[in-house]
């Protein structure tokens, strides 16, 4: 079963259970939303358990951990045909998941932007990841929509660091609504590092949030080439907000099996593919001249 059947699987496994998980994961069916978006020591106090019970209770269903489970419950709740408002997992909760893979994305994506001079930077934790493996290049002019992306630079001492403006998200430690886009409308960057919440071949990129898709396009505009990072989580999440389609990306960096029909496509499309395998010191050579299959 893939992800989008987690809210199935509880229904029918659930049953099978100790009495402890079958306990969570009534709850999980129940107050969907509130396990989705509540701390874990909160959903402890609510059901009486421990954290490790917790835990294990994510294990049952495949799952590493709370993190990877609630991303992928809300996955399951919003692929039900029926389920009217999707629950967007928390920017937390995303951070944790596939850690090993966005840094070896990030730093593969660093070695695409030496000749730069100046870029913008996406939010979000691979490019919180990607800003931190800047520290051996030369100084740039970077402009960001995260805050900790700003930090990460900043901390490296060398970098001309802009912030566009808007309001902050405490959640995302991000900057979004209409002033991203008016920030941007004067200036042109040489390339956008982007990250995205669902990555497609068929459907292009999107997000969880309108106000993100807007920024995010104005970013692109902004921009004389699109980087995309996009870990394998990225490529199983339901497209609710469309940011682009393909054809205006230059550069896709993963950690997708080199030969997945899912990267096929996206070569077709022209674009750039580059495959990284998290647990080796250095990418793969799966490099895909633009524009073959």
């Keep these: 079963m893939t992800e989008t059947d987690l809210l199935r699987r509880l229904e029918t496994e659930g049953q099978t259970l100790t009495p402890k998980l079958r306990a969570i994961a009534a709850y999980a069916l129940k107050e969907t939303e509130t396990f989705i978006r509540n701390t874990s020591r909160e959903l402890c106090a609510d059901l009486g358990v421990s954290e490790p019970t917790l835990i294990r209770f994510c294990r049952e269903f495949g799952h590493t951990g709370l993190s990877e489970f609630r991303i992928n419950l809300a996955l399951s709740l919003a692929h039900q045909s029926d389920a009217g408002t999707f629950i967007e997992p928390l920017p937390t909760d995303r951070r944790l998941v596939n850690m090993d893979a966005k840094r070896a994305i990030a730093e593969r994506a660093a070695q695409l932007v030496t000749g730069d001079s100046s870029f913008l930077i996406d939010n979000g934790s691979t490019a919180e990841f990607f800003a931190s493996a800047l520290a051996d290049h030369a100084p740039m002019t970077v402009m960001t929509t995260g805050l900790i992306v700003a930090r990460n630079l900043l901390s490296l001492g060398k970098h001309e660091v802009m912030m566009t403006g808007g309001t902050i998200r405490p959640d995302a430690m991000a900057m979004t609504g209409r002033l991203v886009e008016s920030s941007l409308a004067?200036?042109?960057?040489?390339?956008?590092?982007?990250?995205?919440?669902?990555?497609?071949?068929a459907a292009g990129l999107s997000t969880y949030r309108e106000d993100e898709a807007h920024s995010n396009r104005a970013m692109i505009a902004a921009s004389s080439r699109v980087i995309v990072l996009a870990d394998s989580t990225k490529f199983s999440?339901?497209?609710?907000?469309?940011?682009?389609?393909?054809?205006?990306?230059?550069?896709?960096?993963?950690?997708?099996?080199e030969?997945?029909?899912?990267?096929?496509?996206?070569?077709?499309?022209g674009v750039e593919v580059f495959c990284v395998r998290p647990d080796a010191s250095a990418a793969s050579d799966a490099r895909t001249v633009k524009g073959t299959a």
């Design 186 to 201: 004067h200036m042109r960057f040489d390339a956008f590092v982007m990250s995205a919440d669902s990555v497609s071949a």
């Design 237 to 257: 999440k339901p497209a609710l907000h469309n940011i682009c389609r393909f054809n205006a990306v230059a550069t896709l960096v993963t950690d997708l099996p």
């Design 259 to 269: 030969e997945s029909d899912e990267l096929r496509a996206i070569r077709a499309q």
